[in-house]
């Protein structure tokens, strides 16, 4: 088996962010000035973090995110970014370059909750769900490859850490792993994946979570944190998740 940490970053800000604009995949803006202080900042938050791997969607914004807090990282700023499309934002169709509250409105006429509305010629859910499961499943080998000399065939070799209160530190659950993965992608993404780890994959949450929290939007740079363990006796990898923390914006709130 083989356990190891998965941190998700939202990207940072973009101007169609502050502006309250939709982007989606049609609109590839770079990071805002606000935008680069905010991967700045999560990179000086991750500085100690040490990270194995590097995945990041092919889009600006989150590219530009990943190389700011990799530059920061004092023990792996020379790791290489594995771009993979499967990561970009959730397509809104009809609705990017528009204003978010167009969009819900669009939802409200249609009945249905925002996170889950398609506009006309958008992503849904659904096919946002079969991205997330294609990322998973090549990240997963992508992770055994590169941690063969890692693997323990004893189930008792390798336990993530126990679940004991977080006390708020960068590293909070990934002390112990023996790799760890940053990955950056965006927020309705990020929402959709959150939502099928632990409704579809059986994530295991948090002692005290509620759901409007877990499944709630990222801020810019939010981060969201998972213990996976793979197995290899099948040909299933997965073995379990656990989600450390969701949305923790604890560098931005010390700025």
């Known amino acids: 088996m083989l356990s190891f940490g998965l941190t998700i970053v939202r990207h940072g800000e973009t101007q169609y962010n502050k502006d309250g604009l939709l982007q989606g995949q049609g609109i ?35 590219k530009q995110t990943a190389k700011i807090i990799i530059r920061k990282n004092k023990t792996c700023n020379d790791l290489a970014l594995v771009v993979d499309p499967l990561l970009k934002e959730r397509s809104f169709g009809i609705a990017e370059g528009g204003r978010v509250q167009d969009m ?56 993530p850490e126990n679940d004991s209160p977080l006390v ?59 213990i996976v363990t793979l197995k290899f006796d099948d040909a299933e990898l997965l073995s379990s998740m656990k989600c450390v923390f969701v949305n923790r914006t604890d560098h931005i709130k010390a700025e």
Not at 37 to 62: C, I, N, P, T, W
Not at 107 to 124: D, L, R
């Open 104 to 159: 819900k409105k669009m939802a409200e006429e249609a009945g249905q909750p925002v996170p889950e509305y398609t506009p006309p010629h958008g992503e849904t859910v659904e096919q946002v769900k079969v991205r997330v499961s294609a990322f998973l499943k090549s990240m997963f080998q992508l992770m055994a490859d590169h941690h063969q000399d890692k693997i323990s065939w004893d189930d008792k070799a390798q336990r």
């Open 28 to 62: 590839d803006s770079p990071l805002s000035e606000t935008g680069i202080q905010q991967s700045e900042a999560a990179g000086h938050y991750l500085q100690d973090v040490r990270f194995s791997d590097v995945f990041v969607s092919d889009m600006k914004r989150a």
């Open 168 to 226: 708020g530190c960068p590293d909070d659950g990934v002390r112990s792993v023996p790799a760890h993965a940053l990955v950056v992608s965006h927020g309705a993404y990020m929402r959709v994946a959150v939502r099928y780890f632990i409704e579809d994959l059986g994530c295991s949450v948090p002692l005290g979570s509620d759901a409007r929290q877990l499944f709630s939007a990222c801020s810019n740079t939010g981060m969201c944190r998972f």
